[in-house]
């Protein structure tokens, strides 16, 4: 079973660089790593997915390490409207179906 | 415009009376699964599937069943609801692998929710 662990709650200014960071353990070998944005009662939404190394796009980055025993999601210059609920995905590493994990979820509050 | 659908968006029932919530994506995806998110809990994930005609447990699947007998559609079936099964769900879908990669993605689009409450 893959088991993830993310920081309950963080706190950043506006205009900062927030890094919020999963662990995560026993996941599929040959699976993304995902991330997910949610305001309340809405669906997740997917902000960004990697497998190693680093990836950017128009929204935030994505570090993953060699060991894929973690990953950071850096959101650049954040405002009010980052403020959510962030959450990692991870596959489990259950023989090539796709049982996923999400994390417990990491509450962003952005303040002015 | 690519999407995935939810119905009812809720629902107030008593225990034990038979319920479907419905499920449909347009985007051709072979992966759906449903998530139950609960206060303190997080999402979890009930039931998937890789594609038509094939399903698996997700981590509760207890109470639920599914089934995937076409490609856009995947319903999610209380027998016999009761009040622990009172929760936000959601439905998603995304291809199961990247086109290029191959690696397993994750990509989810998911429904604007079900709000059950069984007393």
């Known amino acids: 079973l893959a088991k993830t662990t993310q920081p309950i709650s963080m706190d950043s200014y506006e205009g900062q660089e927030v890094n919020i960071t999963c662990s995560h353990n026993n996941i599929a070998t040959n699976d993304y790593i995902t991330w997910y944005q949610q305001f309340p009662s809405q669906g997740p939404r997917f902000i960004i997915q990697?497998?190693?190394t680093k990836v950017t796009n128009e929204v935030a980055s994505l570090f993953i390490p060699a060991d894929r025993k973690s990953s950071t999601l850096s959101l650049p210059r954040v405002s009010l409207s980052d403020t959510a609920v962030y959450y990692c995905?991870?596959?489990?590493?259950?023989?090539?179906?796709?049982?996923?994990?999400f994390g417990t979820g990491t509450k962003l509050q952005v303040i002015p | 415009e690519a999407q995935v659908t939810q119905n009812p968006r809720y629902l107030i029932t008593v225990t034990g009376k038979k319920l479907t919530v419905t499920c449909s994506q347009n985007?051709?995806?072979?992966?759906m699964s449903w998530y139950r998110q609960d206060p303190g809990l997080g999402l979890r994930q009930i039931y998937y599937s890789m594609n038509v005609e094939v399903t698996d447990k997700g981590d509760v699947p207890e109470g639920y069943k599914v089934s995937r007998k076409e490609k856009r559609n995947f319903p999610l079936i209380l027998e016999s609801p009761s009040p622990n099964q009172t929760s936000l769900y959601f439905c998603a879908s995304s291809l199961s692998r990247d086109r290029e990669s191959r690696r397993g993605s994750y990509e989810q689009y998911f429904g604007p929710g079900t709000r059950l409450t069984v007393t």
């Open positions: 995905l991870v596959g489990e590493n259950s023989g090539g179906y796709q049982k996923v994990t």
């Open positions: 985007m051709n995806h072979e992966y």
């Open positions: 990697g497998y190693k």
